[in-house]
C-alpha cells in the first residue's frame, strides 16, 4: 500500500544519495557533493511549488552529474554503472526511463540542445542552473576558474561574443568574462515560474556584485 511504497522511496533515494557522496567527493570542480545537496534542495523547493513528482525530481536531481564527462575518465562506463545501479534499485521501470532521459537531456553537449520533455525534468533542470547564479554561482565561477588556472578578470579580455574562436581558445578566457558568456543568461532559460522567480532575485545580486567590482577595480569605491 501507500505508506510502504512510501517508504521504499525513501529507501532508494538514501540509497541514490550514499553513492552520489562516495562517487563526487573527491571533486574539486564545483561538482562536488554540495552541489548535488543544494540541487536536490531547490529541486525539492520547485517540484513543491509546480506540483511535480518529487521522487522522480529528486532522485534526478541526486544522479545528474554522477555520469558526468567532466567527471569521469570513461563517461560511457560510468553511464553503464548507473544504469545497473537504478535497475537494481528497486525504482519501477518507468521512473527509471524517466530519470535517466532527464539525465540525458541535461547533460547534452553540442548544438541544438532538447528541450526538457516533462515537468520534472524542467525542475530539475532549473534547479541545476539556479546553483550557477546568485550568491553560491559567484562562488562556483570562481572556484572553477582558479582550479582552471584562469585569471579573475583582464580589462583588456573582451566578453565572449567579441571574441573571434581564435581568441577564445588562446585561452583568453576569465572569470568575469563567464558572466557574459553564460550567467547572466541563465535567467532567460528558466522553465518554470517558481525557478524565474528565484532567478531574478539571483540575478540581481550577481549584477550589483559586478557593479561592485569594477568600482572597486578602479578605485571608485
Ligand atoms: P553544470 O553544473 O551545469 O554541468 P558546468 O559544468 O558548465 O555546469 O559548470 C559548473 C560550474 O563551473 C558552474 O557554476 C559554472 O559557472 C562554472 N564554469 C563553467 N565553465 C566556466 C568557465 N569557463 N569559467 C568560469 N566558470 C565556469
Ligand atoms: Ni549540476
Redesign the pocket.
Known sequence: QERERERERERILLAAEALVKEKLERDS???DWW?IYRVVQTTKRIAAAQGADRFVCELAALLH?VA?E?LNADPAAAQQELEAWLAASGTPAAQIDHVLEIIGT??FKGGARPPMRTLEGQVVQDA??L??IGAV?IA??F???GW?G?PIHDPSVMVREQMTEAEYRSGN?T?I??FY???LKLKELMNTDFARKLAEERHLFMEQYLEQFYAEWDGER
Request: net charge neutral; hydrophobic share 20%; no cysteine.
Open positions: 570542480s564545483g561538482h552541489h552529474d558526468d567532466k541535461m547533460s541545476d542552473r546553483d550557477a554561482g562556483r565561477v572556484a572553477y576558474s582552471k584562469r578566457d572569470a568574462n563567464h558568456e553564460k550567467l
